[in-house]
């Protein structure tokens, strides 16, 4: 079974850090495409940012975070990060670690509140 648990979020102030982390279990995390994915109020859930599980862990960004959010991964430790520099309330959200993809593995959120 797979699970994975987002940890991390919090209210801050704008121009505030947070750094998120997902634990995920059941899986083959080395060799599993990882994402963060998040859902403000009353939007669709969006892409924020992917780690590849072949090229190194490639990563990609959501044009809106670009510069300021990092991803990256521990593998022996099964556990993604995403470091959330220079906050903004527009990235006020529920944070979701995914797993392979929308057709994948989600977990249940954790949230993101910035206040300007």
């Known amino acids: 079974q797979v699970k994975l648990v987002e940890s991390g979020g919090g209210s801050v102030r704008a121009g505030d850090s947070l750094r998120l982390s997902c634990e995920a279990s059941?899986?083959?995390?080395?060799?599993?495409?990882m994402n963060w994915y998040r859902q403000a109020p009353g939007k669709e859930r969006e892409f924020v940012a992917g780690?590849?599980?072949?090229?190194?862990?490639?990563?990609t960004y959501a044009d809106s975070v670009k510069g300021r959010f990092a991803i990256s991964r521990d593998n022996p430790k099964k556990t993604l990060y995403l470091q959330m520099n220079s906050l903004k309330s527009e990235d006020t959200a529920i944070y979701f670690c995914?797993?392979?993809?929308?057709?994948?593995?989600w977990g249940q959120g954790t949230q993101v509140t910035v206040s300007s």
């Open positions: 995914n797993a392979r993809g929308e057709k994948g593995y």
């Open positions: 059941g899986v083959a995390f080395s060799l599993a495409t």
């Open positions: 780690s590849s599980w072949s090229s190194n862990g490639a990563a």
